[in-house]
């Protein structure tokens, strides 16, 4: 409630009243126009010419060429693409891997050496081991392997051997 000095009474403010909003008038689609015709990017051929893909008049058509193609192709950003009917080997020559003889050396070492207390197996496989180990040292690739496998034989070897000179010595 608000006083008003004027008319001696308390009476009611009243709000102001908003505009009336305007009545909804939906949009008007725009009329559609036809784009206007455009040359044509390239001219018509004249009579004489070939197409592209053809001999031109008066030439023989020649058949396509089984080889390599004469043109590189390009990329999208404009480079040749060069492709090569086959794999070649590395630029350096080609690295060496482990060779199996080294592989068979160290599982064979590894066997032994876990079996080492058996006296006999312990013994042969022992000797199988070592001999695969020294192959594979000798033979160059696997070299690492083929020397912790000759440690593993040659730790297996004298279990085995210690093994077998006890039962030995036991029954005799």
Do not use: C, N, W
């Not at 308390?10 to 008038?25: G, I, N, S, T």
């Not at 496989?125 to 040292?137: D, E, K, N, Q, R």
Request: aromatic fraction near 8%; charge should be neutral.
């Amino acid at each position: 409630m608000t006083y008003d000095p004027t008319s001696g009474s308390e009476q009611p403010a009243q709000p102001p009243v908003p505009p009336a909003r305007p009545a909804y008038q939906p949009p008007v689609p725009p009329t559609y126009q036809p784009p206007a015709p455009q040359p044509p990017a390239y001219p018509s051929p004249q009579p004489g010419y070939a197409q592209p893909g053809q001999a031109p008049s008066g030439y023989p058509q020649q058949p396509p060429y089984a080889g390599y193609p004469q043109q590189p192709a390009y990329s999208p950003q404009g480079y040749p693409v060069t492709s090569y009917p086959g794999y070649g080997a590395a630029p350096g020559g080609v690295q060496p891997g482990v060779g199996g003889l080294a592989i068979s050396a160290i599982i064979v070492s590894g066997i032994a050496f876990l079996s080492g207390l058996i006296p006999v197996l312990g013994l042969i496989l022992a000797i199988v081991g070592l001999v695969l180990s020294i192959l594979a040292i000798r033979d160059g690739r696997g070299r690492v392997l083929g020397i912790v496998g000759t440690v593993l034989s040659a730790l297996a070897l004298a279990a085995g051997a210690l093994m077998t000179i006890a039962l030995v010595a036991a029954f005799s």
